[in-house]
């Protein structure tokens, strides 16, 4: 079962914001820059309309030209003065902005390489990949919008407030009576508007995840001719998508509304109140004309600030789950003080292992299993009777809930992961083959491997027959998950991949049960290649691939039920010996 995809509990701004510097910190000289051309481009912006204000007082209304010439100069300069700044504030922020969303994404990958298997496993492959793609866009649309200038409108607004009180506090009050009642409605906006923006990103991710199961199994969905009910099941999604946004839009459209309307208000207030005192000769023509300019300064602010507060919101339900999964430790790491295990291994022992995926269905119940060195373990069983989740141990994606697997000895808890996943392989029956080359997917570009170590792997594995097919040879272009190439060629790249590292364990989860006849005796050849002097634990269902196991494990209700030679279990009378049958049984009557 997958993770909720909500935000964790209660998180405030402050810490969000507080991660999100940890990376705008290493740039911090460009972003100063940045937020000083702001308030320095805010004082120019606030000197036009006092400038204005005496052009009018001291020069036009008593008609006295010297002096004029030089406000007038004043006043394109503060122009001309004020476009320098705010283009740098705006390229310095979006440049800041871009680096900074570059890191977070490196950060969040890299932490997604760190993070268990076990969490990987219980999120959709479109939630994680929502956080770091539309999550991290989301952030770094408050870069580009400017959102992160939002102190900076509130100093400009703080002085437009100030030049205003300086000029007639009069009129300023009657002009802001309305904006205390603003502030509230804003206010109160804030935690639904927040919530809805996080409904908005958590479908994204459902959104996202539901459309990848979809294109990853078109070939089942149109072979099985299902494509309407997945596609009810994608609009249902994409509707829920939509309503959300529609909340979300709601919240935005009404905050704009809202600052727009008591903008006007203000205007109107403003309007009323000082041509009253116009005709009483209680104010000069000047300072309403700059009071009027003043207002419609401040109320271009406050809707931006509405329109910013909106992406902040969606930035900040973004950044609830980006700092989510950067805060997120993995359990399965590496002991402070690791003990080096020996070359060769001699044995691996499961020493009463028991574990569970959940707690209340055990997938292993004590299980006592020994494997010494160089032998050809098969392990077979049922389905769910706990033989893949060996691997998994072996591997120490997981570690046991009881007991201890270990290598001579020494648990695995105690081993450095370097080491202990230097020391096996695991080959899949469908080996993942990633897009790039034959080269990049037999050595995974690891800089200890070089060509003639990838040819000779390749060589002895029989991959070399893959290298032969293909124009190019190791510079070959492998397409996504390996869709050019047959089951048995990815089987071939994934043996010479295993041999390049040399491992001592060998360990082969189904690897043979899924090949095209065509290169069935290059795979034969390859595995047995591959095998030669080293410890193989064989997971298998197709129990004519283990019948020259020098051991078969029979695996049942999470525990040993029998083991011993083919001949032997056959012999039994026992679980192999049914297992064999029944599948003998499908093999003739197919």
């Keep these: 079962m997958s993770e909720p995809d909500v935000s964790f509990g209660k998180v405030y701004d402050a810490r969000l914001l507080a991660r999100l510097w940890e990376f705008v910190a290493p740039h911090r000289g460009l972003f100063a820059v940045a937020m000083i051309s702001y308030p320095l481009g805010s004082v120019l912006h606030l000197a036009q309309p006092y400038l204005v ?4 007082d001291d020069h036009l209304v008593p008609k006295k030209a010297e002096g004029f010439a030089l406000i007038a100069a004043a006043f394109v300069a503060a ?20 680096v900074v969303t570059k890191d977070l994404r490196r950060a969040l990958f890299r932490r997604l390489l760190e993070v268990d298997v076990a969490y990987v496993e219980s ?9 770091v793609t539309n999550d991290v866009e989301s952030i770094a649309e408050t870069f580009s919008t400017g959102a992160v200038s939002l102190l900076g409108d509130l100093v400009t607004l ?3 407030i100030g030049m205003m009180l300086v000029l007639d506090v009069e009129l300023t009050l009657a002009s802001f009576a309305a904006v205390p009642l603003m502030i509230l409605i804003v206010l109160a ?16 991710a459902k959104l996202n995840g539901a459309l990848n199961e979809a294109i990853s199994g078109m070939a089942m969905i149109q072979s ?7 596609a009810r099941d994608l609009e249902r999604i994409n509707g829920e998508y939509r309503d959300a946004n529609f909340r979300a839009i709601r919240f935005d459209s009404m905050t704009y509304a809202i600052a727009e309307g008591i903008g006007h208000v203000s205007v109107a207030a403003l309007l009323v109140f000082g041509l009253s005192r116009l005709t009483q000769h209680q104010a000069e023509i000047g300072v309403f004309v700059a009071f009027t300019d003043y207002l419609r300064r401040f109320f271009g602010p406050i809707t931006e600030l509405s329109n910013k507060y909106t992406v902040m919101q969606s930035a900040m339900a973004s950044a609830e789950r980006c700092v989510e999964l950067l805060d997120r430790q993995p359990t399965i790491v590496s002991p402070v003080q690791p003990r080096a295990l020996p070359r060769p291994i001699d044995g691996i022992r499961f020493d009463r292992v028991s574990f569970s995926y959940k707690e209340t269905e055990p997938v292993l119940r004590d299980l006592e299993l020994e494997i010494r060195r160089g032998e050809k373990v098969a392990i077979v069983g049922p389905t769910g009777s706990g033989k893949s989740t060996i691997v998994k141990l072996l591997c120490r994606f997981y570690d046991p809930g009881s007991g201890a697997v270990r290598f001579d000895g020494i648990p695995l808890s105690e081993v450095a992961l370097d080491d202990l996943r230097g020391r096996l392989a695991v080959v899949l029956q469908d080996p993942y083959v990633f897009s790039g080359s034959i080269r990049d997917n037999i050595s995974l570009r690891r800089p200890d491997v070089d060509d003639a170590m990838v040819m000779a792997a390749a060589e002895r594995t029989r991959a070399s027959v893959v290298i032969g097919r293909r124009p190019g040879g190791l510079d070959a272009e492998v397409g996504e998950r390996g869709t050019n190439l047959s089951s048995g060629e990815r089987q071939l790249i994934a043996f010479a991949r295993a041999l390049v590292l040399d491992p001592e364990v060998l360990v082969l989860d189904e690897a043979t049960s899924s090949v095209d006849p065509e290169t069935e005796g290059l795979i034969q050849e390859g595995l047995n290649e591959l095998l030669r002097g080293r410890t193989a634990i064989v997971i298998a269902h197709r129990l004519s691939t283990v019948e020259s196991a020098d051991r078969i494990v029979v695996m049942k209700n999470g525990a040993v039920a029998e ?8 012999a039994k009378g026992g679980i192999y010996r049914n297992l064999f049958e029944l599948q003998f049984q499908g093999a003739k009557n197919g």
Excluded: C, W
């Design 53 to 56: 204000k005496l052009a009018i």
């Design 79 to 98: 122009i001309g003065l004020e476009f320098v700044f705010r283009f740098i504030q705006s390229y310095l922020t979006q440049k800041v902005g871009q």
């Design 123 to 131: 999120n959709p492959v479109g939630r994680l990949m929502t956080r």
């Design 158 to 160: 703080a002085g437009i």
């Design 189 to 204: 906006f804030r935690k639904p508007a927040r919530e809805a923006f996080r409904d908005v990103r958590s479908l994204v």
């Design 224 to 230: 099985f001719r299902v494509e309407r009910p997945f």
């Design 563 to 570: 083991q011993g030679s083919h001949r032997e279990l056959l």
